[in-house]
């Protein structure tokens, strides 16, 4: 049998006390040209990176991984070629999301859109019988009719692009610099 020991008075805790330093380097011009070159050609590389990742599309595996490390280890540094291939992987997966999340938003306008373009114009909304309201006039409804032909086209643009399993749309932060990084829709 186990014995519980006594309770203590009751107390706050306090808040977070830590410090967050922000700061830029002071350096020199001549090592500022060296961070900047530096910069351009990891920016390339991982550009080149980011190409050869969305070429992959969902066939990525390990092996994969494995060999553009190596190639990019050639290049750079071991360390380096992690890191870049690390930020592809994030990079080209928060792309994925992102097209996923757009499709979803798509889906979503339509079907409103489609479920109050049913009713006649000025109809109440029925919650219980899970009725949307009809659009107010006739100039509305056909603005409403024309937006939706729009958003269809519109995902029928994704949905295909999403079934192309090489066509990822990818933007690295730096795109105006390393136009590359940007993978642009075909046709």
């Known amino acids: 049998m186990s014995v519980l020991g006594k309770l203590g008075a009751p107390f706050v805790v306090p808040g977070p006390a830590g410090?967050?330093?922000?700061?830029?380097?002071?350096?020199?011009?001549?090592?500022?040209?060296v961070l900047a070159e530096v910069g351009m050609v990891l920016g390339s590389l991982a550009a080149a990176d980011l190409a050869e990742r969305s070429r992959q599309g969902r066939a990525h595996d390990a092996a994969g991984w494995?060999?553009?490390?190596?190639e990019l280890t050639g290049r750079s540094s071991?360390?380096?070629?992690?890191?870049?291939?690390?930020?592809?992987?994030d990079q080209w997966a928060l792309a994925r999301r992102g097209q996923a999340a757009h499709l979803a938003w798509l889906r979503g306008q339509i079907a409103s859109i489609e479920a109050r373009l049913a009713r006649p114009l000025g109809?109440?909304?029925?919650?219980?019988?899970g009725l949307a309201r009809g659009y107010a006039s006739r100039s509305e409804w056909h603005a409403k009719s024309r937006r939706?032909?729009?958003l269809k086209d519109r995902l029928a643009v994704v949905e295909a692009d999403r079934r192309r399993a090489g066509c990822e749309w990818c933007a690295a932060a730096n795109a105006s610099r390393t136009p590359a990084t940007t993978l642009r829709r075909p046709g």
């Open 19 to 33: 410090v967050a330093i922000r700061d830029r380097l002071r350096v020199s011009e001549s090592d500022a040209a």
């Open 66 to 70: 494995a060999v553009r490390k190596r």
């Open 78 to 89: 071991a360390r380096w070629a992690g890191s870049i291939t690390k930020a592809t992987h």
């Open 123 to 129: 109809a109440k909304a029925d919650k219980r019988a």
């Open 148 to 150: 939706l032909h729009t």
